[in-house]
C-alpha cells in the first residue's frame, strides 16, 4: 500500500470515530466543517489524536489552514517520519 494511502486510511478511521461521520462520507475533497460540521474544539480533538498516532505537530498557523481531508493527509504525510511505516 502507498504511503499516501496508508496516511489517508488511517485519518478517515480517526474522523469517523472522533466525529461521528459515515465512513463513505469521508473523501478527500470533504471539508472538515463544512462536510462534517466540525467546530474548532472537534479539530482540535481530532488534530490531537493525529499528533499521537503520527508522533507529529500541528502548529496553530498550520492548523487554521487546515480546512479538508486533502489539506490534513498532505500535512501528515509531509510531516510523518519513514520510521512510522512498518
Known amino acids: 500500500m502507498d504511503k499516501r494511502q496508508e496516511v489517508f486510511d488511517k485519518i478517515k478511521e480517526m474522523i469517523v470515530q472522533e466525529l461521528n461521520v459515515k465512513p463513505e462520507k469521508v473523501n478527500l475533497e470533504a471539508g472538515l466543517s ?6 474548532s474544539l472537534d479539530a482540535l480533538e481530532l488534530f490531537n489524536q ?20 486533502n489539506d490534513l ?11 512510522y511505516f512498518k
Not at 505537530?57 to 481531508?69: L, N, R
Not at 493527509?73 to 520510521?83: A, E, K, M, R
Open 50 to 69: 493525529i499528533e499521537s498516532e503520527f508522533l507529529i505537530t500541528i502548529d496553530d498557523e498550520s492548523a487554521t489552514d487546515i480546512k479538508s481531508v
Open 73 to 83: 493527509v498532505n500535512y501528515v504525510f509531509d510531516n510523518v517520519s519513514d520510521s
Open 34 to 39: 463544512a462536510d462534517f460540521g466540525a467546530d
